[in-house]
């Protein structure tokens, strides 16, 4: 159960909208930081947003002016002199939340409205699409306190954004303008903050409008292309492919583009 928020709201908030959820980290005293109950309170959302045969897309954003500080360190601190144990903490709770995250069958979308930093900003980048306030910052804050990038980070990073530019933002933890980060090919697109929701909501609509079962295979394949050779992602795209071929999806996508109208895709497998 999600632990509260100072006015006794979740600090999970789930909204439930036509073919997509918002979930929202609603901790904004705290700039959304991360705690034990909050991972419990996502991984709840994911759980529950996957189990619902109307949802065909996912949007995460944050409360207040920040999407996430990351982990809230008033709940590191030592107990009775004792360190805790991270690597415990990422083992039972982080990464499972960032391996359910990755595993959705339908698009995530991240609209990040403030300071992401920490864990907070690979959270973001874990999704598919990531868009961003134009005062937004991306920060690997990692080093200041004498971490390593968690939550995916070490191996988004480079991927991302080349390893010159990942082992400097690990390294000097300097924040990242949204604008240099779109450049950089680490996130999707910019807004000025009054569009970003209107304009993350839009993307979710269209995202939930399309063919949910492809998508969801499109990104199995695209996961798969990081570690996997030429000729065996070959032979996944033959098999994603098949998958596919048969979905009621692909007949009505070529009956619309045939008859020239839009496409009424159902996301349904049969």
């Known amino acids: 159960m999600a632990d509260q928020s100072p006015s006794n709201q979740p600090s999970v908030l789930v909204d439930c909208r036509a073919g997509y959820r918002v979930v929202t980290l609603n901790r904004p005293a705290r700039l959304n930081a991360l705690t034990d109950d909050v991972y419990v309170g996502l991984r709840t959302a994911f759980a529950e947003a996957q189990a619902d045969a109307d949802c065909r897309a996912l949007m995460l954003t944050g409360a207040g002016r920040g999407f996430c500080a990351g982990a809230d360190l008033a709940n590191r601190l030592p107990v009775d002199g004792q360190p805790r144990d991270l ?160 979905s009621p999806d692909y007949a009505e996508g070529v009956r619309a583009f045939m008859e020239k109208r839009a496409a009424r895709f159902s996301g349904r497998q049969k």
């Open 87 to 246: 690597g415990r903490s990422l083992d039972t709770l982080l990464n499972p939340l960032i391996r359910q995250l990755r595993a959705l069958p339908f698009p995530t979308i991240a609209a990040v409205n403030g300071v992401a930093a920490g864990a907070g900003a690979n959270l973001a980048l874990n999704c598919d699409i990531v868009l961003a306030a134009r005062s937004a910052r991306f920060i690997q804050a990692f080093a200041k306190i004498g971490l390593i990038p968690d939550a995916g980070g070490s191996w988004l990073l480079p991927r991302l954004v080349g390893a010159a530019r990942a082992r400097a933002l690990a390294l000097t933890a300097e924040p990242l303008a949204a604008e240099t980060a779109q450049a950089w090919g680490l996130i999707w697109k910019v807004f000025d903050d009054a569009q970003l929701m209107p304009e993350a909501e839009a993307l979710c609509a269209q995202l939930a409008a399309g063919p949910t079962l492809a998508f969801g295979l499109l990104k199995r394949a695209l996961d798969a292309a990081e570690t996997t050779d030429l000729d065996a992602q070959l032979d996944l795209e033959r098999d994603l492919q098949r998958q596919a071929g048969f």
